[in-house]
């Protein structure tokens, strides 16, 4: 699936446009700067090892933020997913569309959004690397895509590689580690900043949801929405882990009927728009819980900025960082004013 966030993260759901390492090497369609300087390396993911035994040259991308990773370390994709949810009308994240008009040169081919990787689709754009990292693939698409070109799956679960892992993993891939560790350095101090700006969220217990009318998705403790969130200075709330199915390896679900046992200082509210926030709010599972009741409610509205946080990339969360602090600082104040 390209995106679990159309449908999970709801249903459920530039200025670090790229390493500030000082390099004077121009970006390349699909190909790294470090050419030269390539070592070969092997990188073990959930169904074995894959080794990278030369600098790739065109690099395909599927799944969520392994194509902001290869974009934010200079290179541009050959291929790498369209999107619907959020996106601009180029079917691009407005993100990403930023990053390439920065980097210039061939834009990729964009991959048809659909529940399995479109086989013929990135077999024709001719990769010599394919990047998975933050997917759904199975091990038949995994065995599918090998045989086009070297394939990076996740490091054990689907849809749960941490953020920073994306990262660090496309970096090795390129040949670019120190790379990736500055870009990762560039994001945390931004991070950093915005935890030090706002003290009040430190301790705060939070817990981050999807909701819809019928049902709570709740985010659990490994998925990278609620690892950003602790980076901010907030702690999982008790009662995510209390309540924890274990359903899939990011979410839960929790019935209507159950969701007034959702405990937090304050709750994450992902939204497409005001409508649906306004939705939500009016839904029988939102009214018996304390948060909706006291008014401690985070509510992150627009498609755009869900999917910048949800999770976060090497370029989205820094793209939607100020406005999901801003979105955050009205619920925690009143979390403060009711002790």
């Known amino acids: 699936m390209a995106l679990p966030l159309g449908a999970l993260l709801l249903a459920l759901p530039l200025a670090a446009c790229g390493s500030e390492s000082d390099s004077d ?82 834009e990729p081919t964009l991959l048809s959004e659909t529940a399995e990787p479109p086989i013929e689709e990135i077999a024709a754009a001719t990769p010599d690397l394919i990047l998975a990292n933050y997917s759904g693939i199975t091990e038949a698409d995994y065995e599918k895509l090998s045989k086009i070109a070297p394939t990076v799956a996740y490091p054990e679960e689907p849809w749960a590689t941490p953020w920073r892992d994306v990262i660090t993993t496309v970096g090795e891939a390129l040949g670019q580690a120190e790379e990736a560790e500055q870009v990762l350095e560039d994001i945390d101090a931004e991070v950093a900043a915005a935890a030090e700006e706002h003290p009040e969220f430190e301790g ?27 980076d901010l200075g907030f702690t999982l709330a008790p009662s ?85 602090v801003a979105a955050l600082v009205p619920a925690v104040e009143k979390a403060d004013a009711q002790g």
């Open 204 to 230: 705060k217990t939070i817990a981050a949801v999807g909701i819809d009318p019928q049902a709570f998705y709740v985010y659990r403790g490994a998925d990278p929405r609620v690892e950003f969130l602790e």
């Open 25 to 106: 090497d121009e970006a390349t369609d699909g190909g790294s700067p470090a050419a030269e300087s390539f070592e070969p390396v092997t990188i073990t993911h959930a169904f074995g090892e894959t080794e990278i035994s030369e600098q790739p040259e065109r690099v395909a991308t599927w799944g969520w933020g392994s194509g902001d990773a290869v974009l934010a370390l200079g290179v541009v994709p050959v291929a790498m997913p369209a999107y619907s949810y959020g996106a601009d009308e180029d079917q691009r994240m407005p993100w990403q569309s930023e990053a390439l008009a920065e980097l210039g040169g061939e």
């Open 240 to 324: 995510v882990g209390e309540l924890d199915t274990e359903e899939t390896s990011f979410y839960f679900t929790i019935s209507t009927e159950e969701a007034d046992k959702l405990t937090s200082d304050v709750l994450v509210s992902y939204a497409a728009d005001e409508d649906a926030a306004a939705a939500v709010a009016e839904s029988a599972g939102a009214k018996a819980m304390s948060q909706f009741q006291d008014g401690t409610v985070a509510e992150v509205t627009g498609a755009s900025l869900v999917a910048a946080v949800g999770p976060p990339t090497a370029l989205s969360l820094t793209w939607g960082l100020e406005d999901f």
